[in-house]
């Protein structure tokens, strides 16, 4: 307590002062301050200790609270909120206050790097909440002018400063909000045609709703569905064209298979819509090639047997020309593995070999057609009434001779003649009396391991009425190793 008089320091409860002797009087405030004291010495222990932790509690808040109104990252967040609430194009006061904590702020860096996670945290949660259902198109596009105006506005603004929005994540933030306002406008033209029930326009629309969207689920369930029935009715006509029973042949499954395959390919676009993207048309193809595969290989054993490798790589070539538009495909390539195996074991042409000599026999390595049926190439000899013959050099390189004689079609009365092959002089094959109706056992298949020379002799004595233009042939003669 001090004296108004000379200012001498009094104890508290002294009236009159110890060295003056003025009368000291009592301001109210101190009156009240020692009414609060005396007060506080009157409460117990324990009001007092509620009392201190109460008034503790107290100034800590009000510490706390002092230091988030001064505090740069809580008054970034307010900002930001309150632009993005408030947004309109020509509202720029939270961005003039943004600039100010950036420039107060320049020379420390690690603030800095807090205002820019900041920054980011905010406007990642614009473009992720724009990411919603929403009650019509006009409400979508309200959002849309907000969200992408609010970042292009802090973009311009702040031209791209790394620590408000930088040029990659302005670009990124830009791309995904556009990606999504496409995909949701796409949804709400859908459902405008789903209504109408015009479900070809519903799934052109439902069909580039994004992934990321919202609404992909239900679009997509449209999709699927729209789809299902489309290769529902594609099957059905495809299976149509497959005309089996139990009774058919592995070559006639296999070739009603490739015309299955065949339509497949050429009706895979129904409405402009491409069926061949879908999953439900992939395993459609796949299964019918499958079995088109798997007939192929049924019939490779037979036809190996019979030494038929034009007939195995015919097959194979067949369904190579329907899987061209998917060369990169497993089956493609083992069926290109296959087809050269068996191109390394077709067989050579007799008439390609060297003639050692011959007399009257004729070849043709031109297309011959007889009874409506075509042959590759031929060896040709004429009824004239001499014996007629070629001799071919093999030097030993061949195993097998496979040829058809086959009578022409214009034999004017009953000529008769005899073929007969040697294999370096040893007779191999004989086939007498040959007539225009005898029984002609056609097939020829004979064993010329080791033969140099072989030699292919016609006897006959019938003579031609106007010439020799009447033929015998031996038709695709072919040599196996």
């Given amino acids: 307590m001090f004296c108004e008089k000379c200012g001498t320091k009094n104890k508290p409860e002294t009236k009159f002062c110890e060295k003056c002797g003025h009368k000291i009087e009592l301001k109210k405030s101190q009156k009240n301050n020692n009414a609060l004291i005396n007060k506080f010495k009157s409460l117990s222990k324990q009001n007092k200790i509620v009392m201190l932790i109460v008034l503790t509690i107290t100034i800590i808040a009000l510490i706390t609270l002092s230091i988030l109104l001064n505090n740069p990252i809580k008054k970034m967040e307010d900002y930001l909120l309150s632009y993005y609430d408030n947004y309109s194009e020509n509202n720029n006061k939270e961005l003039i206050e943004m600039g100010k904590i950036l420039k107060s702020n320049r020379n420390d860096e690690k603030i800095l790097n807090k205002l820019k996670n900041t920054t ?203 899987l061209k538009s998917n060369s990169n495909t497993e089956e493609y390539k083992e069926l290109t593995k296959l087809k050269e195996k068996y191109n390394e074991k077709l067989p050579d042409s007799l008439i390609d070999k060297y003639r050692v000599s011959y007399k009257g026999a004729r070849y043709s390595k031109s297309p011959l057609k007889i009874y409506d049926i075509e042959y590759k190439n031929s060896l040709n000899f004429s009824f004239d009434g001499e014996t007629q013959y070629v001799v071919y050099r093999l030097n030993g390189e061949y195993k097998k001779l496979k040829t058809t004689i086959v009578r022409g079609e214009d034999w004017d009365k009953e000529f008769n003649g005899t073929i007969i092959i040697y294999g370096d002089d040893k007779e191999l094959y004989r086939n007498d009396n040959i007539t225009k109706n005898s029984d002609l056992q056609a097939d020829i298949d004979i064993d010329i391991t080791g033969i140099d020379d072989l030699k292919i002799e016609f006897i006959t004595t019938s003579e031609s009425a106007s010439g020799p233009y009447f033929y015998i042939y031996l038709v695709e003669p072919y040599l196996y190793k």
């Fill in 120 to 322: 980011n945290r905010a406007m990642t949660r614009w473009v992720k909440n724009f990411n919603t259902e929403y009650k019509d198109s006009k409400e979508l596009n309200d959002n849309y002018q907000k969200v992408s105006g609010a970042l292009k506005e802090i973009y311009n603004y702040y031209n791209g400063l790394e620590y408000m929005l930088d040029n990659n994540l302005y670009k990124e933030y830009k791309n995904e909000i556009l990606t999504l306002y496409y995909s949701k406008t796409a949804y709400f033209e859908g459902t405008k045609y789903a209504e109408e029930n015009n479900s070809h326009e519903a799934y052109y629309y439902y069909q580039k709703v994004d992934s990321l969207d919202c609404y992909y689920s239900k679009a997509n369930t449209f999709v699927k569905e729209y789809i299902k029935e489309e290769i529902t009715t594609l099957k059905e006509k495809a299976d149509e064209l497959v005309n089996i029973n139990n009774e058919s042949s592995y070559e006639e499954i296999l070739e009603a298979y490739l015309e299955k395959l065949k339509y497949l390919n050429e009706n895979n676009i129904i409405n402009k819509i491409d069926l061949s993207n879908t999953e439900d048309y992939q395993n459609l193809y796949k299964e019918t090639l499958k079995i088109i595969l798997d007939n192929i290989n049924k019939i490779i054993p037979k036809k190996e047997a019979e030494l038929k490798y034009q007939d195995i790589i015919e097959y194979i070539d067949n369904t190579l020309e329907l």
